[in-house]
């Protein structure tokens, strides 16, 4: 049986226009993540065999930080204040369904399901209690927080 939370659920709109604010932040490291790779391979084309093999290995180290960065964004943020810079400029937190914060546990399978699911996030709009399938995954709601 599924607990009812005091207090007002997200509306799909509020949880987009947040989720388009994290994006928007994560886009940017992404741009500067792409600049150093960039930079690291056009520095690397004159040097020697040697060199260019550590380079490749910087580039490949490159590429994995940015999902590694986004995996430790959300989940930081959400298990730290319960709320991304996103959520913060909208007023919503993520709570587990009895209201507590959100665990390491929670938070990561809650970034998998965002991961895994993504395209299901329409659902949020016709749920009753406006969640998606990564918050039933997790149990977890998105509520509006006093200002």
Known sequence: MTEELAG??????????????????LLI????????YVLLGT??????????AMGAFSQLIILFLWPAACALYFVI???????????MVVSLKVVQTD??????SKAFVRF?????????FPMIAFDSRKQG????????YVVRVAQ
């Open 112 to 120: 998998i399901g965002y991961l895994t699911i993504w395209l299901l």
């Open 43 to 52: 520095s690397l084309s004159q040097a020697d065999p040697e060199t260019q």
């Open 133 to 140: 399938l990564h918050d039933k995954m997790a149990r977890t």
């Open 29 to 36: 490291l992404a741009g500067v993540l792409l600049v150093l």
């Open 77 to 87: 943020f959400w298990t730290r204040y319960g709320q991304t810079p996103g959520k």
């Open 99 to 104: 209201g507590s914060p959100l665990t390491l």
């Open 8 to 25: 007002e659920y997200a509306s799909f709109w509020e949880r987009f226009f947040a989720f388009t604010i994290d994006c928007l932040i």
